[in-house]
């Protein structure tokens, strides 16, 4: 086990008061010495000091001012300043605690004296440390639980093959479009997809060739989202959903539209599709403002109603309400 000895300084121009402090405590704690206001700084700065026990009185640079010096810098300020003087006025005495020393002891001192306070402050010191360290840890551990905590909700309300939204967060976040679109009378729009003829392309590619659509597929639909609030999910299956922001109807067909051709421009081969040789979608696109909507359910119904007519209508198409 590691015999730890705390380090203290001892500053004084009196090289016969250097050697009966430290001859006090060198059995407890290891000591430096300086005689100069200047080279307790130098030693401060180039070594781990838990206390300070310094004299007021010296030439060039006093006590009062190397103690100045340290409680102006973030890397000193917490170290425990003693001062050991024969200045006994209690105006000395004041000064000294406004700069910020823990104590204040006047000569003649005696060794029980030296050593019970600097015992007292030391241990305040160090325990002030471990506190701070303590608090660091956990402050570190909770940054690390929130990471862990979102990460976690991120796979909550993700797909995890295709790495978009899921039905989950569909649901929480689609009634706060509608209710936010009704404070504002805003124009909700909400695209329902459906790949055509999946089935067929599942049951001929293989399910791992179609598994490859479903991520290209939605890769497409978030690469040609327009606004950072605009969102695409993956509903279940070969069935996804687009929540966006239009002005009007007519830009919203535009939209949807746009997503049709750059679904085909993919140029992903299905040969066994009656529609086209590559993979296509049949699209229902509900746009309402938000006074004229009751709640989700009614927007989901309509927006899969008009996806049935898509694909009755010959499927690779858009319908649109109204």
Do not use: W
Request: glycine share 6%.
């Amino acid at each position: 086990m590691i015999d730890f000895k705390p380090t203290i300084l001892i500053v004084d121009d009196m090289q016969v008061n250097l050697a009966i402090l430290s001859e006090i405590l060198k059995s407890e704690y290891h000591i430096k010495v300086a005689k100069s206001g200047q080279k307790a700084l130098e030693i401060v700065q180039n070594g781990n000091i838990d206390l300070i026990l310094l004299d007021i009185v010296m030439p060039e640079l006093d006590g009062y001012e190397v103690c100045n010096i340290l409680k102006s810098s973030d890397k000193t300020r917490d170290i425990p300043i003693i001062f050991v003087t024969a200045n006994n006025e209690a105006s000395d005495e004041e000064k000294g605690f406004l700069l910020g020393a823990v104590d204040y002891i006047t000569k003649p001192f005696k060794s029980t004296t030296i050593l019970s306070r600097v015992k007292t402050h030391i241990s305040l010191h160090l325990r002030q440390i471990e506190l701070e360290i303590l608090s660091q840890t956990l402050q570190d551990k909770n940054n690390e639980l929130k990471k862990y905590i979102q990460i976690i909700e991120e796979i909550s309300i993700t797909d995890g093959l295709t790495n978009i939204y899921n039905r989950r967060h569909f649901n929480e976040m689609f009634p706060k479009v509608i209710n936010s679109a009704k404070r504002k009378d805003e124009l909700v729009c909400f695209l329902l997809l459906d790949i055509d003829h999946f089935k067929q392309y599942n049951d001929n590619y293989g399910h791992k060739a179609g598994d490859d659509v479903l991520v290209e597929f939605a890769k497409c639909l978030k690469v040609n989202l327009r606004r950072a609030d605009d969102m695409v999910f993956r509903l279940g299956g070969e069935e996804f959903g687009v929540v966006f922001k239009s002005e009007t109807k007519e830009k919203a067909l535009e939209f949807a539209n746009m997503l049709k051709g750059n679904i085909i421009d993919l140029k992903i081969e299905h040969k066994y599709s009656s529609v086209s040789n590559y993979v296509t979608a049949s699209i229902g696109l509900i746009c309402k403002y938000g006074n004229e909507i009751k709640d989700m359910d009614e927007v989901y119904k309509e927006a899969d109603g008009l996806l049935y007519k898509s694909k009755e209508n010959g499927r690779n198409q858009v319908k649109v309400n109204g």
